[in-house]
């Protein structure tokens, strides 16, 4: 399994960003993704995860109202629409994948990463 996230960049306080990760080498789309985060010096986080039911959806305290995890199954690709972007929002992406239909929160959930993609908000 391949994890390929883009989307990251850099932009302003109350700015908007989209991630992508794109899975490849899942053989349906029965699977759960999330998407983690670290900043540096901190362990990574949770941000945001949904199970292969498109509407069963978790979220961080911290982003809720902000993000927003979807998915397209067709396109094996899962999304995380950032918006009202904060300074403490600074961190590594990195969207994860498992082969269990419903998401989990915890780290150890996952079997699989991406690469991670740099999310950086300047105030």
């Known amino acids: 399994v391949q994890l390929q996230a883009s989307g990251g960049g850099l932009v302003q306080a109350g700015g908007s960003l989209r991630l992508s990760c794109v899975v490849s080498?899942?053989?349906?789309?029965?699977?759960?993704m999330g998407w983690f985060r670290q900043a540096p010096g901190k362990e990574r986080e949770f941000v945001a995860a949904?199970?292969?039911?498109?509407?069963?959806?978790s979220y961080a305290d911290s982003v809720k109202g902000r993000f927003t995890i979807s998915r397209d199954n067709g396109k094996n690709t899962v999304y995380l629409q950032m918006n009202s972007l904060k300074v403490e929002d600074t961190a590594v992406y990195y969207c994860?994948?498992?082969?269990?239909?419903?998401?989990?929160?915890?780290?150890?959930?996952?079997?699989?990463w991406g690469q991670g993609t740099q999310v950086t908000v300047s105030s």
């Open positions: 994860s994948s498992t082969n269990h239909k419903y998401y989990s929160t915890s780290y150890g959930g996952y079997d699989s």
């Open positions: 080498g899942r053989t349906s789309s029965s699977y759960a």
């Open positions: 949904i199970s292969w039911i498109a509407g069963v959806t």
